[in-house]
């Protein structure tokens, strides 16, 4: 007993006197301290994680200048006419741009910031909007001109929605905004055809923020921004999810998922507001591609908070700005893996 002991407390102290000695040999000046180092992957305000690395990804070209100022840029969609729609958060008004380019406002909001836009098969453009200073919003509809402005979800229904998509029965979700990351007081909801009857889908949810269905309208996706979460959800109906059917598809690193879209195979592309970038997922949630933002690597460009694809193409329409960087608010396009959806199937 005593000599196993003794060989234990040999062995031990063996230990002990080997982790010693190469500290003892660096405090001599034995050779050189150890130190990280910047690579050309690690350099910069928004290196792309790891993991996502080796995706395939595409640089966007710019298709067009805004504003000479960071103007925060929401929410694109494309009417019947071919018309780009696109919100003007920091000017509270929705702006239409025509194909040759040419920029005009729809409809301004008043004290209600713009940030989602979907189109009824009537052609009314569908409008969510916020105001932060009070933590109050809207949803409000008006005709392809702009004019006949109506309440869908008035503020004192006690929401701030973020974004929407229509389904095909002519009802639509919406994202509420409320909520920090210690605190998910958002949630996603449902107003039936009817536009009265508002339904909770996907409560508790931290700033929910991007909205989109799958093209069969069965898969629900959701961006929770304050904690960077992609949801996937399979629906048993228009307010049900599915039995097994919630699922956090992917976790995001770094600031921070924003508004999504989907396309004709199903694959959808989230904006990442503070990266400069897209990221695109298959339908299962498994991410596939990215499209890069120019500047990016240089600190510019870095809030992308949305897209649209123009129908009948893979055209993606990224809508970003650069803040005080002095590059001000720009709409970039690159090819999507697959054509948009058709535009009146309401996604």
Same mark, same amino acid.
């Given at each position: ?10 062995? @031990? =102290? *063996?230990?002990?006197? $080997?982790?010693?000695?190469? #500290?003892?040999? %660096?405090?001599?000046?034995? !050779?050189?301290?150890? &130190? ?90 569908? @409008? =969510? *909007?916020?105001?932060? $200073?009070?933590?109050?919003? #809207?949803?409000? %509809?008006?005709?392809?001109? !702009?004019?006949?402005? &109506? ?104 600031? %921070? ?91």
């Amino acid at each position: 007993m005593l000599r196993t002991r003794a060989r234990y407390t040999f062995q @031990v =102290a *063996a230990l002990l006197a $080997a982790w010693a000695a190469p #500290a003892t040999h %660096a405090q001599e000046g034995g !050779g050189a301290v150890p &130190r990280l180092a910047y690579g050309a992957q690690t350099r910069g305000p928004v290196p792309i994680p790891p993991s996502e690395r080796g995706l395939q990804a595409v640089v966007a070209e710019p298709w067009l200048r805004v504003s000479s100022e960071g103007l925060v840029l929401e929410g694109p969609a494309f009417d019947r006419d071919g018309d780009l729609l696109f919100c003007d958060v920091t000017g509270r008004r929705v702006v239409r741009a025509s194909p040759d380019k040419r920029l005009s406002t729809l409809v301004s909001l008043g004290s209600l910031g713009p940030g989602g836009i979907a189109l009824h098969k009537d052609g009314r453009v569908f @409008v =969510a *909007a916020m105001g932060f $200073a009070k933590g109050v919003g #809207a949803i409000v %509809a008006v005709a392809p001109d !702009g004019s006949g402005m &109506r309440e869908i979800v008035p503020p004192g229904a006690g929401y701030m929605p973020n974004d929407l998509v229509f389904d095909d029965r002519g009802g639509f979700y919406f994202t509420d905004f409320r909520g920090t990351s210690t605190d998910p007081k958002g949630g996603v909801y449902y107003v039936a055809p009817d536009l009265r009857t508002v339904t909770p889908v996907l409560p508790h949810l931290a700033m929910a923020n991007g909205v989109a269905l799958s093209p069969d309208g069965k898969t629900l996706w959701v961006t929770e921004f304050s904690r960077n979460l992609l949801h996937r959800v399979e629906l048993a109906d228009a307010t049900t999810p599915a039995p097994f059917g919630t699922a956090v598809a992917y976790h995001f690193t770094g600031p %921070a998922p924003d508004s999504m879209r989907a396309d004709a195979d199903g694959n959808v592309y989230v904006a990442i507001y503070g990266q400069g970038r897209v990221l695109a997922f298959n339908r299962n949630g498994i991410p596939i591609g990215q499209v890069l933002l120019p500047g990016r690597d240089g600190g510019h460009n870095l809030r992308s908070t949305s897209m649209a694809l123009r129908p009948g193409t893979d055209e993606l329409l990224i809508v970003a700005n650069d803040g005080d960087g002095g590059q001000g608010a720009t709409i970039f396009r690159a090819g999507a893996f697959a054509k948009a959806l058709p535009l009146y199937s309401h996604r």
